[in-house]
């Protein structure tokens, strides 16, 4: 777009000249009217409303079309990432945007596992066993069991001042751009170029004022909350992981997806011939974002797993896994993933993928005479 070749723009889709080879040129030649005019003409190649025709005539050139030029600004970042992030950061730079407020985007999953799936087990601790705790014990509870680094204290200090956030807030809706939709007609690609450039930069705008709306919604849900209290939640979203009384939860890659787990502790299974075998401790985990399956998080090996790798998920019986992530979801994946580990392997069937003790009629790809006491 950087040319000055000659576009089309017609019903919100572009078109551009039509190349033409001998046999495109024949078929064109044929269907055209010797008429000359400098109004558009549809050739019978299509019929319909304006945008709807495949080629069109104009002051003797034809055009095809080809995009729609709201689907090119939607899908933008889709289509050219890397121009997207220059656009974008020009654009932040230019309305002095930061990406604050991000920290905490995660919040409302981060919600579910602290304040709905850790309690849940951690109350089986016989200190906390007389009632589930509620988000301010919690709060307190890894307060006092995690070093957070004093900076953290500071940072919720500013967290919690809603006032700079709703002046930059205002400011963006004062500055928001009036975009113009694009003349129909014959322009250069340079005038289309400048156009898009703007079109993006005002879905970027918008992005960031939603963005911080949602940002002045949590952080007023929030200002009732101790500045204590705040720091943690910040460290938590930050660092990504935590662990607590065998529970935990670490960030996978994406900032929304969590693989939230429950150790097993060291247990013992016993094959055909009452022989013990100490299994190690391991991680059964759920991902937050599916699929809904319970995993081992280490490189480990049972009779339900079918590979002696990392990652794997444990072979259930009758499991139908649920759709949606939920605190209910993650409770009953994880249990589900702890019991088949620890109870649910038959030395008399040798059910599973694998068996304890060797056998001449089971085919055998994992060991287990190390774990063997």
């Known amino acids: ?36 005019s400098t109004a558009p003409v549809a050739l019978p190649l299509s019929s319909g409303p304006q945008g709807s025709k495949t080629v069109i005539e104009i002051q003797g050139k034809h055009f095809v079309k080809t995009m729609n030029l709201e689907s090119i600004v939607a899908n933008y970042q889709r289509i050219y ?46 200190r906390l066993e007389r009632k589930k705790l509620d988000e301010k014990e919690i709060l307190n509870l890894i307060g006092r069991k995690v070093l957070i680094p004093r900076r953290y204290y500071e940072e919720a200090a500013a967290f919690l001042d809603l006032d700079p956030l709703r002046k930059m807030l205002k400011d963006l809706d004062e500055q928001k751009p009036l975009l113009k939709p694009l003349d129909s007609g014959l322009l250069p690609a340079s005038k289309l170029r400048q156009w898009f450039h703007e079109a993006v930069s005002a879905s970027v705008i918008l992005s960031e004022s939603e963005r911080l709306r949602q940002t002045l919604h949590l952080r007023e849900q929030l200002r009732h909350t101790d500045q204590e209290q705040v720091a943690i939640l910040l460290y938590i979203a930050e660092t990504g992981s935590l662990e607590l009384d065998d529970f935990g939860f670490l960030r996978k890659g994406f900032h929304n997806e969590y693989l939230v787990y429950k150790r ?103 060991e287990f005479v190390d774990y063997r006491i």
């Open 1 to 36: 777009m950087d040319s000055d070749l000659e576009i089309f723009v017609d019903a919100g889709f572009i078109y551009l000249p039509l190349l033409f080879d001998p046999v495109i040129a024949t078929e064109i030649q044929a269907l055209t009217a010797p008429a000359a």
């Open 264 to 366: 097993t502790g060291k247990y013992v299974l016993k094959d055909y011939y009452g022989r013990s075998y100490l299994f190690p401790d391991c991680r059964v985990a759920v991902s937050t974002a599916g699929p809904f399956r319970p995993v081992v998080i280490e490189k480990y090996k049972h009779p339900f797993l079918f590979r002696h790798a990392a990652g794997q998920e444990i072979c259930l019986q009758d499991f139908t896994p649920p759709s949606e992530f939920n605190a209910d979801t993650a409770i009953r994946v994880l249990e589900e993933g702890i019991t088949a580990l620890l109870y649910s392997y038959d030395c008399r069937r040798r059910n599973g993928y694998h068996s304890l003790d060797p056998t001449r009629c089971y085919v055998r790809t994992i």
């Open 81 to 126: 990432p890397y121009s997207f992030q220059q656009l974008r950061r020009t654009c932040l730079r230019k309305h002095h945007l930061t990406e604050e407020g991000d920290r905490l985007q995660a919040y409302r999953t981060l919600r579910t596992i602290l304040f709905e799936v850790m309690p849940y087990f951690i109350r089986k601790n016989k």
